[in-house]
């Protein structure tokens, strides 16, 4: 008996002795390479209603339009996703105090916290709630290992925005902290946002940063036929372009409006939970742009028929860059950006926003779409009818039940 104890001894002393070897592998490895792994878990929606879901997301959406406007001056194409960026958004909101966070809840339409945090966890819980298509949207909170964090703030990330929180090095490491930011970025879409965060971003003195991943991927319920596609000609504000048009074999039954500024069609993807809706002008973008609004948007959505439809549309890929730091102080919130008050984060008065960038991506062929979009805080829609998008247009993509837009856009040039 005393020989088997003297082995389990000496077994124990291998397990601690190896538990040692990982802890200290793990040390060892630099922050870019540690695994990244994704857990989509259920936020705390209790409270939620469909009815304040669709309020939170309008807010979104009114701000996706503004900021759509600010963008639409040069006649280049456009693509980002509101939903990344406001959620980004209430998350620095979550800490914010002050002017600070009144000019932040103006411009993205945010009312009390009581309403949007179960609503947002909501929304998040219904996106991910899919078996037909692939959604991903996640956030985090990295902040320097030394730091104190607001531990009531850190709850609420995890409770309400399912926030990864993470510990980073940013004092010794700033290189490999942004690294590991990138390389989670990466991941959460699928490879198709790449360095967010640039190497002079991140500085020893970073105390946080925040970031959203959205990846969607998704086939079309009514997919064109590859034989159906041919070039044709893209009439543009500056060049006309020939490019390959989308068509499909048979003209299937699709929900439809037009008036006198424009044509609207639904195209809807597998499983009718979210469509991609374009907006074709009559005249020119300008026109429309006077008439986007969200509760046009839901006017002309709502007054759609469902008819065969003749869709001619062209295949494109777009991607994105935007610093948002002028545009969010042109729209209303100069205070984050300057004299702020970013106290229910970390506790200090010593913080304010300096880089708010927002990357996007999106490929639409014949088979369906996949779109990708990710924002980084550093405080510092009878007879067939026609449809032929040939010349620029606006579009949207907007889960069904909640009402958001998920990404937001315009062709001027589908060659680019």
């Known amino acids: ?102 000019e932040i809840a103006s411009v993205f339409y945010l009312g009390a916290v009581e309403t949007w945090r179960p609503n947002y966890a909501g929304i998040y819980n219904v996106l991910h709630n899919t078996r037909e298509y692939t959604l991903r949207s996640v956030n985090a909170l990295w902040y320097e290992q030394t730091r104190a964090m607001n531990a009531e703030y850190v709850r609420t990330i995890d409770r309400y925005y399912c926030g990864d929180i993470r510990k980073l090095d940013f004092l010794h490491q700033p290189d490999a902290a942004g690294e590991q930011i990138n390389n989670w970025v990466e991941e959460a879409t699928e490879h198709k946002i790449q360095d967010i965060v640039n190497p002079c ?140 008050d970013l106290s229910g984060i970390d506790g200090g008065h010593d913080t304010f926003l300096e880089i708010v960038t927002h990357k996007a991506f999106i490929s639409v062929d014949e088979l369906g779409t996949e779109a990708a979009a990710a924002t980084v805080v550093i405080p510092g829609f009878g007879v067939p009818l026609h449809f032929t998008a040939n010349h620029p247009f606006f579009f949207y993509i907007r889960e069904r039940i909640t009402g958001a837009m998920m990404f937001i856009g315009a062709v001027q040039n589908p060659a680019i």
């Open 1 to 102: 008996m005393e020989k088997w104890d003297n082995r389990s001894k000496w077994r124990l002393a291998c397990a601690v002795m190896c538990l040692i070897g990982i802890a200290w592998l793990f040390n060892s490895i630099p922050l870019g390479i540690l695994p990244i792994t994704f857990h989509i878990r259920h936020a705390d929606d209790a409270g939620s209603t469909v009815e304040m879901m669709r309020t939170v997301a309008n807010s979104s959406n009114a701000f996706g339009i503004d900021l759509y406007n600010k963008l639409n001056a040069n006649q280049s194409n456009i693509f980002f996703s509101p939903w990344s960026i406001s959620s980004s958004m209430m998350i620095v909101r979550e800490g914010a105090r002050g002017q600070t966070a009144d």
């Open 201 to 340: 971003d991140i500085q020893p003195s970073t105390p946080y940063v925040i970031t959203n991943a959205l990846y969607f991927a998704a086939a079309w319920k009514h997919q064109f036929d590859p034989e159906k596609t041919g070039n044709a000609t893209f009439y543009g504000p500056a060049t006309n372009v020939t490019v390959p048009f989308m068509r499909y074999d048979e003209s299937p039954v699709l929900n439809y409006t037009e008036n006198d500024v424009m044509q609207m069609v639904e195209l809807p993807y597998k499983g009718g939970q979210i469509s991609m809706f374009v907006v074709l002008p009559k005249q020119d973008m300008t026109v429309l742009g006077t008439h986007l609004s969200t509760s046009n948007l839901t006017s002309w959505e709502n007054g759609m028929v469902a008819m065969e439809v003749d869709v001619r549309l062209p295949s494109f890929t777009l991607e994105a860059t935007y610093d948002l730091k002028k545009k969010l102080i042109e729209m209303g919130m100069p205070a984050a950006f300057s004299l702020a």
